[in-house]
């Protein structure tokens, strides 16, 4: 990924976007930071502990069933590259119905129950606040989730400070974190069309392809399950090397456990399965989408 000509706003530097990152969690003491591994998370938890003392800074990775297994090494190696004490939970969001049936606003759901869990431990521990990796993109986009952070109390310098997906990777690689060109990678239940229920089973068919996927080297990455049919997002860079591998790439997804396994000509869009709530006249489904 290039990173030529982003900048980190008008008139501004590096230095001084840091600067007003840090400031933003300086007088809280000390901090959790909610911390997925993702290139967001990694710069909030990285300016976390460079804006506090040393020793107040706990990363907490919640590792269940719509995380991928090898994002977990990825964050602990990362959390220890930082001298940041680093723990690991599981807060079942599956066990809430509310997150299962997989609503529109499913999001939600799972944030309060992440944000309660690491409020109600920031207490226990004695931290000052709770940290998240949320920037100022994700206020434009379709986020439930946003709504569980500001009700929980949740701190988001990146959103505050106005910092923008871009601009968190141009910091990142001012920083030299390795994570600074990492692909964007939400949890596994955004591959689920709202209104399909989201089970353990299914989670694990599509962390099976993604792994298998990843592992072959294809970078951005998603299967998003319609029932009997893998939908594969790709890159679009990596179209033709995955219609060229199809072969392959079927018998494993088949062997997944999916019936058919579908390659989406438009490639990789983060997303893609709000289309359903936007799309004039429609409603999003709770059976089978038409693909596309």
């Avoid at 933003?24 to 460079?50: P, Y």
């Avoid at 299962?100 to 939600?108: E, H, L, M, S």
């Avoid at 709000?274 to 596309?292: D, E, F, H, Q, S």
Wanted: net charge negative; aromatic share 6%.
């Amino acid at each position: 990924m290039s990173m030529e000509n982003v900048s980190v706003g008008p008139g501004k530097t590096p230095e001084g976007r840091l600067e007003e990152l840090e400031a933003i969690v300086a007088d809280r003491g000390s901090a959790l930071v909610a911390f997925s591994g993702g290139v967001d998370s990694c710069l909030a938890l990285a300016v976390a502990a460079r804006a506090l003392p040393e020793g107040s800074v706990l990363a907490v990775t919640s590792n269940n069933e719509t995380y991928l297994p090898s994002e977990l090494g990825q964050a602990e190696e990362f959390a220890r590259s930082l001298g940041v004490e680093h723990l690991v939970v599981n807060t079942r969001e599956l066990d809430d119905p509310n997150y299962a049936k997989n609503p529109t606003n499913r999001c939600y759901f799972c944030k309060s129950t992440l944000y309660s869990d690491l409020h109600r431990m920031a207490l226990e521990r004695g931290y000052g606040c709770v940290v998240d990796g949320a920037n100022k993109d994700d206020e434009g986009d379709y986020r439930p989730g946003r709504k569980a952070a500001r009700e929980l109390g949740v701190v988001s310098p990146l959103s505050v400070a106005g910092v923008s997906k871009a601009e968190v990777r141009a910091l990142a690689k001012h920083l030299g974190l390795p994570t600074w060109d990492k692909p964007a990678l939400a949890c596994l239940s955004s591959r689920f069309p709202y209104g399909q229920e989201i089970t353990p089973e299914k989670l694990a068919q599509v962390a099976r392809a993604e792994e298998f996927m990843r592992s072959k080297g294809y970078r951005q990455v998603r299967v998003r399950h319609h029932g009997e049919i893998a939908r594969l997002e790709v890159g679009p860079d990596e179209l033709e090397r995955a219609f060229a591998e199809r072969e392959e790439i079927s018998a494993e997804l088949e062997d997944a456990g999916f019936l058919y396994v579908t390659l989406d000509l438009a490639g990789y869009k983060s997303g893609s399965l709000n289309a359903a709530l936007t799309r004039p006249g429609k409603k999003p489904k709770k059976t089978l989408p038409v693909l596309g």
